[in-house]
């Protein structure tokens, strides 16, 4: 595999766990770091390694000439940010929401579909090892040939407080959209990765915190085209009695005609054939860096598919589709019925 050499704009929150699953990943070279703030980036710079840090997006890509580019940034910065890579025939990975709106996200797969530019979204959640584990069982068909159901629970506990996400994301108080765009985007791309392609939702949405904007619980009710239904039942407003709900961010149940596989808060996956004792399936994760090493990777299939060109899992043209379906659950509650997806 040959070395690659790449640069990343942006170093709020999650950037940290971009940075070190780069500083990890073999043949990969990060020449530089750019973030508004100049300081910060220096301050990235020196953390981990890293050679140079701007302030200057525009100065920088044409300065290292990078390989690729890593948009650790909010939305509303990635379209511009994409046309200045595509501009430099720089491939791109971004991180999700990626972009306001659907009509800015196809704005960008347009750009790079009439480019040589390669792009990928940083989705993350279908790259944790326990779904990857999952869809193993899935494909031998260790619960039958199909999924009846997908459940899904997620209560995060950390939007109840008045000062609600101002330790970590203080952003996410101002956002019109919040639990579905900024969360349950994962979770549409999990269900799809699983299960299928959804073809209709019907959602209701609440705002539990006064404090806040955007909706933090979410009743979602999903129809697959393959006859499968799944149900997502999230809060980030009520609390969970595990120890760390931030590593799976939920938990699943998978029904299929031979039985059930369920995955718990803390990781553990099990089987339950029909007429049968649920039995603990053994796989490997280690819990670092974020969610079980998913940034790690989500960055390595990355580098991967740039070095073997293949298609990435997340293209920017397949994920349109988890958009879709992200607009249509938000027209589905303020319509409230249910929505067909185009």
């Known amino acids: 595999m040959k070395k690659l050499t790449g640069v990343c704009i942006g170093a709020g929150y999650f950037s940290q766990f971009h940075f070190d699953a780069w500083q990890r990943i073999e043949n990969v070279e990060i020449a530089a770091i750019c973030d508004h703030q100049l300081a910060k980036a220096q301050t ?38 994409c046309k200045l890579a595509i501009a430099n025939g720089i491939d791109i990975i971004c991180q999700k929401p990626l972009a306001p709106t659907y009509g800015e996200s196809v704005q960008i797969a347009e750009m ?8 990928m979204v940083h989705e993350n959640f279908r790259f944790m090892p326990w779904y990857r584990e999952i869809k193993k069982l899935l494909e031998q068909n260790t619960i039958g040939d199909k999924i ?10 950390d939007g109840w407080q008045d000062d609600a996400y101002m330790n970590r994301q203080p952003y996410f108080r101002k956002m019109d959209r919040l639990l579905i765009y900024e969360t349950g985007i994962h979770f549409i791309d999990v269900f799809s990765f699983l299960g299928g392609n959804i073809k209709s939702v ?3 949405l609440r705002t539990l915190n006064p404090n806040i904007k955007g909706e933090d619980f979410a009743w979602v009710n999903f129809d697959f085209e393959n006859g499968t239904l799944g149900f997502l039942d999230a809060s980030r407003y009520n609390e969970n009695t595990a120890e760390d709900p931030r590593l799976t961010f939920g938990s699943v149940l998978i029904d299929g005609p031979k039985g059930s596989i369920r995955l718990y808060d803390d990781g553990t996956i099990t089987v339950q054939p029909l007429g049968k004792k649920e039995t603990k399936h053994t796989y490997h994760f280690e819990n670092k860096n974020f969610s079980g090493d998913c940034v790690f990777a989500t960055q390595s299939h990355f580098i991967e598919r740039l070095c073997d060109n293949k298609p990435f899992e997340t293209e ?3 994920y349109l589709k988890n958009i879709e379906v992200q607009d249509a659950i938000y027209r589905s509650n303020d319509e409230k019925s249910p929505v067909n997806i185009a």
């Not at 050679?51 to 525009?58: E, L, P």
């Not at 790079?112 to 792009?119: A, D, H």
């Not at 009846?148 to 506990?157: A, H, K, N, V």
């Open 112 to 119: 790079i579909k009439s480019s040589g530019v390669r792009m």
């Open 202 to 204: 019907y959602a209701k």
């Open 44 to 81: 990235v710079c020196d953390t981990y390694g890293f050679k140079k840090a701007y302030d200057d997006v525009v100065t920088m890509l044409e300065t290292e000439k990078p390989d690729f580019v890593d948009i650790i940034t909010p939305p509303e910065t990635h379209l511009e940010l």
């Open 148 to 157: 009846q159901t997908i459940q899904l629970r997620m209560r995060m506990g």
């Open 316 to 318: 920017v043209s397949k």
